[in-house]
């Protein structure tokens, strides 16, 4: 059975580090079986989550769009930077949004990778520690590993791939295990 993968970056910056990263982890994913569906928030831009917004208008186009998107999907694969030890403020409103929509039923079921990248030694691990508190609470399951690339600015080789080969395998492994988890949530 084909198994769905969501991707994204909770970056829309041109030059995102994390954007990088979605590409490599889409490329492993695929490698591990996985039908990817790659997408750049920049495309989907939200107005910052506000009650009286939603109230007066709903939901945006955009988060409309990416819900009925990822209610398609078996599994995500996040990127996520670190700002202030925490998510970024990007992932937070996407995540909030489609939270609001439907009760966030497009999370229902899924399992979801982390990672994270960053020019910092510590690669964005402690907004992962974030990142899965929400996800969890979305009704999201997460898998116990996961990539937090430090350095990453000097990480990349011109093919996309990690130049480091543990951490390229680091990588590997998470999607395989995010394919083989999709899979058993699918069978179930
Ligand atoms: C407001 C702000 C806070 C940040 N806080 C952290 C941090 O806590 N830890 C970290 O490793 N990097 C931090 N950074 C650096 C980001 O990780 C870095 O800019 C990264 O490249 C952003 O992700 P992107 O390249 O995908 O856009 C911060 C950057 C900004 C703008």
């Known amino acids: 059975m084909t198994v ?22 889409a490329a492993a994913l695929q490698a591990a079986g996985a039908e990817v569906s790659l997408i750049d928030l920049a495309d989907f831009e939200m107005p910052l989550y506000h009650g ?4 007066s208008q709903g ?9 009925a998107l990822l209610a398609g999907q078996d599994g ?10 925490s998510v970024s403020a990007l992932m937070k409103n996407t995540l909030d949004w489609l939270s609001r929509i439907e009760g966030g039923k497009a999370f229902a079921g899924k399992v979801a990778a982390l990672s994270a990248a960053s020019p910092g030694a ?17 009704g999201v399951m997460t898998l116990p590993q996961s990539l937090a690339l430090g350095s990453a600015h000097t990480a990349f080789g011109e093919d996309g791939q990690l130049l480091d ?9 998470l999607a395989a295990n995010l394919v083989r988890q999709a899979r058993l949530q699918q069978a179930a």
């Open 52 to 55: 009286d917004l939603e109230a």
């Open 4 to 25: 769905r993968i969501l991707v994204f970056a909770g970056s829309a910056r041109h030059e995102s580090l994390n954007k990088r990263l979605a590409r490599a982890g």
């Open 165 to 173: 080969a543990r951490q390229q395998s680091r990588l590997d492994s």
């Open 122 to 138: 510590l690669g964005g691990l402690r907004g992962l520690n974030h990142l899965r508190d929400i996800l969890h609470t979305l």
């Open 76 to 85: 995500l694969l996040l990127a996520s930077p670190e700002n202030n030890a």
């Open 59 to 67: 939901a945006p186009e955009a988060a409309l769009g990416l819900s």
